[in-house]
Every structure is written in C-alpha cells, then in structure tokens.
C-alpha cells in the first residue's frame, strides 16, 4: 500500500514539474478535447490572479469593463469577476496598452454623456404646465429619479439631493462607465463654486421643485398652489390689492432654504418661472369668462417677486462645469475636465462649450508591470444635446518613453498611435461598429 501512494505521489510530481515547463517555455499541447492551459490562445481557464489590480481581461474597449469599482466590491464579488474574466496573453504590449487607451477614452465619454443628459432634463422645467386647466389637479403624476435622463425627462436625484460640501454631485451607480466614479460641480458666471456654502451667504429661499411642478418636469403644481388660495367668489379680488394681500403675499409661505442645484437653478430664473404661471393663468382667467374687472386686477397685482425670497443677478448663473472621475481596480487615478456649460433661461436647452481635461493614472498589467500616464484632453466638437463628438487624448508615459495620440472621429471611430522613444510603433483602428484592428509597426 505504500508502495501505491508513493507512485501516486511520484505521477503527481512528474505532471506539476511537466506544466511549470510548459508554462515557463510557452509550450502547447495539441488541440483536442480537454481545456487549453492560460497561456495558449483559445485557453478557457483563467489565471489564477489573487491580487484584486489585475484581475480583470482587457476587450476591446478595455478600461470600460475592466475597471469595475474593485475598492467598494465584496470577497464574493471579486471571486465572481475572477471566475468570470480570461486573459489573453497573445496581445502584445504595445496593443494591449492602446487598448486601454480607447476603454479610458469610452469611460469619459460615457461620464460626459451622462452630466449632459441630466442638464438638458434641468433645463425642461415648465412650471406652467400643458394639457390642464386652471384650478384642477393638473399636475402630471410620478416622481423624478436616477438612471436615464433626457428624453425621459426625468432629473436625477443627485440634482435634487442637499449639495455635498464640496459641491460635487455624484452619478449613481450604473448611470456610467463602470471603471469610474464620476461627480461635477457646478461654477456661476462670477467664477463662483455652488456649495452650500454659497447657499447659505446668498440666504437663497425658493418653493422647492416638487412644489413647483408636482416632481416632474412638466406639471402645473404652482398653479394649484396659487389657486388654493383663492376662495370662489372673493369680492376682493376685483382689485390689485385684492390679489396681492389674498395671493401673492401668502405665497412667503412655500419658501424654503435652498439646498440643491437644481434649487440654486431655479432661483437664477426665478423671473422665468413667475412670467410662465402668471401668462398660464391669466389665459385661464380669460378662458373662464371671468369679469374683465377681475382679469385686469390679477394681471395689474404685483405677479412679480413673489417666488424666491431674494433676487438673482446675471452673475449668478450657472457658467461652467467640472468633473472629476476617479478610476479605481486595473486602472486607478483621476482625471478632471472642465467645460463651458450655460442653462441660460427656463425652458431653453443647456449651451455647451469647449471642454478640455488632464489627470494621472496608473495602468497595472499583470504581464508588463505598472505604466502611469498623464492625460492632456481636449475636445473640440459636439451634437446639439451638448455630447462631445470630436477630440483628442495623449496619454504620456514618461518612465517608459511611451506617448499614446489618440483621435475621436465626428462618426464615432477612434485611432490611437503608440510611439515609444519617439518612434510610432504600433496603430489601433476602432470603426463605427465598435471593431477594433491592431497594426503592428515593428514587424
């Protein structure tokens, strides 16, 4: 019997000193029916990779799957992307750190996208309201809420949340790149940061949003607001001073300290809002075949001031934005851009501008080792929803001698050249579909 477990041992031996030799001199075995070892191409097992920076493969967008937010992941997690991710060891170096380039490059796009879209929701605000009458619940049901923004005409909650001190609005969880952790902020024409800080020194009071429009961009909330305080019959409202004591007066008492950005917005066009509610109800005044006595005095009362408890002036509009995104896993650093970015009047779309940016981060492979690069951003066209088009992104890695140029096409195809020394080495092409070719310049 100890004989048996000795040959046992002995055939054990022999097959883990015959795979260390294969995999130290990159030797095959012959296709067949059993699993190809990590090393050869067509391998279905992954490296057993321990240390949570590498455990990812990189596609063809890499950076945009790999970088999957590792630091805020559980043991469970990390084991279920470890089982899940296979890395291609056919991919030279050169290629493989294109690739992240053109992933990195996706992420921001997609971080770009995303503050873009939740703008343009903030910016289709109508607190007049459409397809109601006056003095009936008119105000469209539903609640705002995160994940898509735009068409859907739903502002994100980050927008409407009390501001961090810092002024950063965080994306949630899954409204963009996955290898991110983006936030904004928000500056005014007079170069001043929103904060709560700046809340509180301009002693901002407005009727909130959900007040406003019943908490959807398009409803009449304010307006029933208004016309609860209108008792059927009022002989006082016959006369300007009618209107002003009975209505405009009492409507102090809707104010509440401004704590988000989108109440700091509102507060900027606060004349935008009084002229829309008061145009709305003065056509459904008329519309009711009221006495011309009491349309007059409504339209001569003081329909003005009665929204916000202060005034805003021009310099208090929103003028730029900043992001910050903050890669962890594969990948970690920041990057940060900065844009010109208008919401000018209520109703009216966002007005982007040019948009540049810069950071450092640190690209680990588990093959090549650890490769920082600075980033130089600049984006120089984008479509009518403000999403950025066109541009360019140098990735330099100073210790290495390696400079990454890649260029983002109006057509949504990319390029980046890989030089090191100088010398252009490598050229990895991705079409409008998403189909990525590498050409090698060394061979």
Known sequence: MKKFF?????????????????????????????????????????????????????????????EEGISAAGDDEISAVEDDQQFDSTVSENERLAQVAIGLMQDLSTVNSYFNDAASSVSGINPGGTGSSFGSSGSTSGTSGTGSVGASGQIPDGFMDPLPPSGYIPAPAGACAVGATPSASFLTQGGDKVTPELLAEKDIQVINFDALTGGTVDGRALQNTITSLITPG??????????????????????????????????????????????????????????????????????????????????????????????????????????????????????????????????????????????????????ELGRVTE??????????????????????????HVFRAGVEVGIVNVDTNGETTYEDLTE
């Open 6 to 66: 000795k040959l046992i041992a002995l055939l054990l031996a022999v097959v883990v000193i015959t795979v260390a030799v294969m995999a130290v001199v990159n030797i095959c075995p012959p296709q067949g029916p059993w699993p190809q070892p990590p090393w050869c191409p067509g391998s279905t097992i992954p490296w057993p990779f321990s240390n949570s920076e590498a455990i990812s493969g990189v596609g063809d967008d890499a950076g945009s799957a790999v």
């Open 234 to 383: 009022d002989q006082a409202l016959g006369t300007t001073t009618g209107w002003n004591q009975k209505v405009w007066s009492e409507m102090a008492q809707y104010h509440t300290p401004a704590e988000s950005l989108l109440d700091y917005h509102l507060w900027t066009v606060s004349d935008d809002i009084e002229a829309a509610v008061v145009e709305s109800m003065s056509a459904s005044l008329e519309s009711m075949g009221l006495p011309s006595m009491v349309v007059n005095a409504f339209n001569n009362s003081q329909t003005s001031g009665w929204y916000a408890g202060s005034t805003p002036e021009e310099a208090d509009k929103i003028a730029a934005m900043e992001i910050e995104a903050v890669f962890s896993g594969r990948t970690e650093g920041t990057i940060y851009e900065q844009r010109e970015f208008r919401l000018p009047n209520l109703g009216e779309m966002p007005q982007f501008g040019p948009m540049d940016g810069e950071g450092s981060v640190v690209y680990h492979d588990p093959d090549f080792g650890d490769y920082p690069f600075d980033l130089d951003i600049e984006w120089t066209k984008w479509d």
């Open 391 to 416: 541009g360019t992104i140098d990735f330099t890695d100073e210790e290495h001698q390696v400079v990454i140029e890649m260029a983002v096409n109006e057509d949504n195809s990319r390029i980046a």
